[in-house]
């Protein structure tokens, strides 16, 4: 299940990277667009391969996913709502549905999925530490 798992993910990205490559440079052939992403695939692992890449991919790990993805959820869910509207939010959802939604999804939306993700990203910035690999500490900046 692993193995499927892991394969389509590397599908879905580098399809995404291949799409894109193919848009901005119409001029590559398939198999071109195709390599090209392949090789920079395999040149952006090279470095998790050398014997500090378990430093680099702890670094990627955190800074680039873990931390990311509260900062950025928390900033897209107050955005709808701060910005965009939860109202109207709520319009295109029964736009694409045709169906009226209830009080308990704008409770959700409005009110419960903001105060926890801000929640929970209080408790993170709270609660960090310094990154460690092992027993080695990762060095201040």
Same mark, same amino acid.
């Given at each position: 299940?692993?193995?499927?798992?892991? &394969?389509? +993910?590397?599908?879905?990205? @580098? $399809? +995404?990277?291949?799409?894109?490559? =193919?848009? @901005?440079?119409?001029?590559? =052939? =398939?198999?071109?667009? +195709?390599?090209?992403?392949?090789? %920079?695939?395999?040149?952006?692992?090279?470095?998790?391969?050398?014997?500090?890449?378990?430093?680099?991919?702890?670094?990627? #790990?955190?800074?680039?996913? $873990?931390?990311? *993805?509260?900062?950025?959820?928390? %900033?897209?869910? &107050?955005?709808?709502?701060?910005?965009?509207?939860?109202?109207?939010?709520?319009?295109?959802?029964? *736009?694409?549905?045709?169906?009226?939604?209830? *009080?308990?999804?704008?409770?959700?939306?409005?009110?419960?999925?903001?105060?926890?993700?801000?929640?929970?990203?209080?408790?993170?910035? +709270?609660?960090?530490?310094?990154?460690?690999?092992?027993? @080695? #500490?990762?060095? #201040?900046?």
């Amino acid at each position: 299940m692993l193995y499927v798992v892991g &394969i389509g +993910s590397m599908i879905a990205g @580098h $399809t +995404s990277l291949y799409s894109f490559l =193919k848009a @901005h440079v119409p001029y590559f =052939k =398939k198999w071109q667009a +195709s390599l090209a992403v392949a090789c %920079a695939g395999f040149l952006g692992g090279l470095p998790f391969l050398t014997p500090g890449g378990q430093f680099a991919l702890t670094l990627v #790990d955190y800074f680039g996913v $873990t931390f990311l *993805f509260f900062i950025l959820t928390t %900033a897209e869910v &107050i955005a709808v709502i701060w910005w965009y509207g939860l109202e109207q939010f709520c319009n295109d959802i029964e *736009f694409m549905l045709n169906r009226k939604l209830g *009080f308990y999804w704008k409770f959700c939306w409005g009110i419960i999925t903001p105060c926890v993700l801000i929640t929970v990203m209080v408790y993170f910035l +709270s609660t960090l530490q310094t990154l460690k690999n092992g027993v @080695h #500490d990762f060095p #201040d900046f």
